[in-house]
């Protein structure tokens, strides 16, 4: 119940945020604005419903902005150096995405590392990896050469949903594009994978208490393994979505997302404290940010002030998740109290 209060809440905070932008910001409330949200943030959503598996387990990646790039390196090189076809580039790419994340998942659980500090090694590692195996340092040639295969570029593809609808003829209509689709059904497997399957009830057991999780039979180093991979994962449905828009891939692909979808999961009410969080939440925090940036730009604001806008609301909900938490174990030591 008070997860769906959470979600009402966040829901009503996008609404009056748009309707605010609406009226404050020229050209905000025009299709354009939307089809440039869904295309410019469904990434970003995908990111952060990854990014809440590892905190609902108690810990957090910082590499995944650096998966990002890894994986987008990984399919330059197989299309431009290998010359391979991009319907055994996408599977790869996800392999080595998961890979990436289910060694974050390894070097916390078996080397007991804080995942702050283990996925900050690996977000170095990884970005130096990238750089080690650019076809753009191996072949400079390849630099500006844009990747054409159609498996990866048909990702950047846009469809006239309102045509098809018979509402354009009303109204003018977004185009909604390929990657909110796939957004879509991102989030629809993995809220499926969190309430209706064992390992998403193991998620939330082993995230609300480690060592009752471990006792109750739980295999906690797994799920812990888990979540990581599906972040791995998630990260390299990002990078596939950003290299079919620019047709290709440098070794600074993806900096600096890892804190835009650490906020956009506590906005969207997945707790530091493990244990509690959906995919609603994330999803619509991504967007909501994006909402809040393009309302920004479109005021004119400058961005580096949009920068320091977006780190006073992570601070916020941080802030805002703490005080749940107080308020939690305060119930909790009065309940046994009595």
Request: charged residues 10%; hydrophobic residues 60%; proline residues 4%.
């Amino acid at each position: 119940m008070k997860i769906r209060l959470a979600s009402a809440a966040l829901v009503l905070f996008f609404a009056g945020t748009v309707a605010f932008f609406s009226v404050s910001a020229p050209r905000f409330a025009t299709a354009s604005t939307v089809e440039n949200l869904m295309s410019g943030f469904s990434f970003m959503a995908i990111l952060a419903m990854g990014q809440a598996f590892p905190i609902l387990v108690r810990g957090i990646d910082l590499s995944i902005g650096a998966i990002v790039g890894l994986v987008g390196m990984v399919v330059f090189d197989l299309s431009l150096l290998f010359g391979m076809p991009g319907y055994g580039i996408i599977p790869l790419a996800l392999l080595a995405g998961t890979l990436a994340g289910a060694l974050n998942g390894v070097l916390i659980v078996h080397l007991r590392l804080q995942p702050f500090i283990a996925t900050l090694a690996t977000l170095a590692a990884y970005r130096g990896l990238t750089y080690t195996i650019s076809g753009r340092q191996l072949v400079p040639g390849l630099s500006t050469t844009p990747i054409r295969d159609p498996w990866i570029t048909g990702i950047e593809s846009y469809f006239d949903v309102g045509g098809w609808l018979g509402l354009s003829r009303l109204v003018t209509m977004p185009w909604v594009p390929l990657s909110f689709f796939i957004m879509l059904a991102v989030f629809a497997a993995l809220q499926i994978l969190l309430l209706a399957a064992r390992f998403g009830r193991d998620i939330y057991a082993t995230g609300g208490n480690h060592e009752a999780a471990r006792l109750a039979g739980i295999q906690v180093k797994s799920v812990t393994i888990a979540a990581y991979a599906v972040s791995g994962f998630c990260a390299a449905i990002a990078a596939l979505i950003m290299v079919a828009r620019f047709t290709t891939a440098t070794e600074a692909l993806g900096t600096g997302v890892e804190l835009t979808a650490i906020a956009a999961a506590v906005i969207g009410g997945v707790s530091l404290a493990g244990g509690i969080g959906s995919m609603f939440g994330p999803a619509l925090g991504a967007f909501l940010l994006g909402a809040i940036l393009i309302g920004l730009t479109l005021q004119g604001v400058p961005q580096f002030v949009q920068q320091i806008i977006t780190g006073l609301i992570l601070l916020a909900a941080v802030g805002y998740d703490r005080l749940l938490v107080l308020r939690r174990r305060r119930r909790l030591a009065m309940a046994a109290a009595s």
